[in-house]
């Protein structure tokens, strides 16, 4: 099993910033996907950014793109996410998640299906 615990959301106006992080234990595996999605009230859950803990490609949903970094910390299991220039179409449960696939995608855009864990979530809030 791995358990995931995410940190860092809360109220921003937009415009602001803040960063999301979240830490994995238990389990390890050699090759797999760690990153984040979110989940807007009414709406479902989507993705928004990953890395691939082997070689730290990173990916992200094109609304976020420019705005939010991904990045990890190898020594701590722990993958930050920088969001910059909040919209308040932003705001959502932001989930930590990890898919175990050892599969390389160029291009990856998961759906929540292809997760294997996932974190409790955390709450993220931008005012207009």
């Known amino acids: 099993q791995v358990q995931l615990v995410e940190s860092g959301g809360g109220l921003v106006q937009a415009g602001g910033s803040l960063r999301l992080s979240c830490a994995a234990s238990g389990r390890t595996f050699s090759r797999y996907y760690m990153g984040w999605f979110r989940q807007a009230p009414g709406k479902e859950r989507e993705f928004v950014a990953a890395?691939?803990?082997?070689?730290?490609?990173?990916y992200y949903t094109e609304p976020v793109k420019g705005r939010f970094t991904i990045s990890r910390d190898n020594a701590k299991n722990t993958v930050h996410l920088q969001m910059n220039s909040l919209k308040p179409e932003d705001t959502a449960v932001y989930y930590c998640?990890?898919?175990?696939?050892?599969?390389?995608?160029?291009?990856?855009?998961?759906?929540?299906?292809?997760?294997?864990?996932w974190g409790k979530g955390t709450l993220v809030t931008v005012s207009s």
């Open positions: 890395i691939r803990w082997s070689d730290g490609s990173r």
């Open positions: 998640a990890v898919d175990t696939t050892p599969v390389y995608y160029s291009n990856y855009n998961p759906s929540s299906f292809d997760m294997d864990y």
